[in-house]
Nanobody, 110 residues
Framework: QVQLVQSGGGLVQPGGSLRLSCAAS???????MGWFRQALGKERELVAR???????LYADFVKGRFTISTDDAKNTLFLQMDDLKPEDTAIYYC?????WGQGTQVTVSA
């Protein structure tokens, strides 16, 4: 049973940066790993995705601002978020294949 534990997040001013982490344990590294977010009253949406082969996909609204990466063992997933905007406020979830992290709140506000 794979378990994903997220860390990072919090409150940041517009233009600031945050780094999210997602550590997997209890199983093999995922083939597809990604970050999703869900803002209040909205559906969950893809933020960024990477595969074990290194294929990366970003949502248009984060291109050039967010960077997805993994550690060498591909058991920890990161999301570096720069130039954050108020509309980035949401709960962010990581995923490894069909497994999900617990979610972490990111709030961008002055």
């Amino acid at each position: 049973q794979v378990q994903l534990v997220q860390s990072g997040g919090g409150l940041v001013q517009p233009g600031g940066s945050l780094r999210l982490s997602c550590a997997a344990s209890g199983g093999r590294a995922g083939y597809a790993m990604g970050w999703f977010r869900q803002a209040l009253g909205k559906e969950r949406e893809l933020v960024a995705r990477t595969t074990i082969l290194g294929h990366v996909l970003y949502a248009d609204f984060v291109k050039g601002r967010f960077t997805i990466s993994t550690d060498d063992a591909k058991n920890t997933l990161f999301l570096q978020m720069d130039d954050l905007k108020p509309e980035d406020t949401a709960i962010y979830y990581c995923s490894f294949d069909s497994y999900w992290g617990q979610g972490t709140q990111v709030t961008v506000s002055a």
